[in-house]
């Protein structure tokens, strides 16, 4: 999966904008496409953070389980065997 370019998106937004001024609106159902476009990005960013919240929780939560849960444990079955 590759992440969206936020430069390449604002180009190509810039340039649908400049196409529609230079030619007329309405054109093809540039500016219907243009939003489109503007709405999947933001959605996407959206779809980012929460992706990073979710990273972050995991992260934490897994640095528990290995600090606090696990090494006692293995530490304590260490000490039973010897």
């Known amino acids: 999966m590759k992440a969206i370019n936020k430069q390449e998106h604002h180009s ?3 340039a649908l904008k400049q196409m529609e001024s230079l030619l007329g609106e ?3 159902g540039t500016a219907q496409n243009a939003k489109a476009l503007a ?3 933001q959605r996407y960013q959206i779809l980012l953070a929460d992706l990073s919240v979710c990273i972050n929780e995991y992260e934490t939560l897994h640095h528990h389980l290995r600090v606090k849960v696990l090494a006692p444990a293995l530490r ?3 000490r039973m065997e010897g």
């Open 76 to 78: 304590k079955a260490k």
């Open 39 to 41: 709405k999947l990005y």
């Open 12 to 14: 190509v937004l810039y």
């Open 26 to 28: 309405g054109t093809d």
